[in-house]
């Protein structure tokens, strides 16, 4: 089993910045690919970025090309989601998950294993 736990959300401006971190735990496979998804009120899960286990290749919703930026630490387990100009069509609850497997895809049941989530509110 893999645990996921995501930190970083809050309330922000729109235009603000957050940055998001999720650490992994457990067993993974020994070249796993991270991703970060979202679901707003109302609506379907979605995918926002996935990065491979190198991190020399990142994939980025259309949405937030230009404005959020995935990278992750393997030493320490850790992705993280740096999201600048944020806007209130941002706000969602956030989850990382965890793909046992070297290809990058936004599927989300491609994910083996989720976090809780954190919340993100931009506010107009």
């Known amino acids: 089993q893999v645990q996921l736990v995501e930190s970083g959300g809050g309330l922000v401006q729109a235009g603000g910045s957050l940055r998001l971190s999720c650490a992994a735990s457990?067993?993974?496979?020994?070249?796993?690919?991270m991703g970060w998804f979202r679901q707003a009120p109302g609506k379907e899960r979605e995918f926002v970025a996935a990065?491979?286990?190198?991190?020399?290749?990142?994939y980025y919703a259309d949405s937030v090309k230009g404005r959020f930026t995935i990278s992750r630490d393997n030493a320490k387990n850790t992705v993280y989601l740096q999201m600048n100009s944020l806007k209130p069509e941002d706000t969602a609850v956030y989850y990382c998950?965890?793909?046992?497997?070297?290809?990058?895809?936004?599927?989300?049941?491609?994910?083996?294993?989720w976090g809780q989530g954190t919340q993100v509110t931009v506010s107009s």
């Open positions: 990065i491979n286990w190198s991190g020399g290749s990142t």
């Open positions: 457990g067993r993974t496979s020994s070249r796993y690919v």
């Open positions: 998950a965890v793909r046992n497997h070297i290809v990058v895809v936004t599927g989300l049941r491609d994910y083996d294993y």
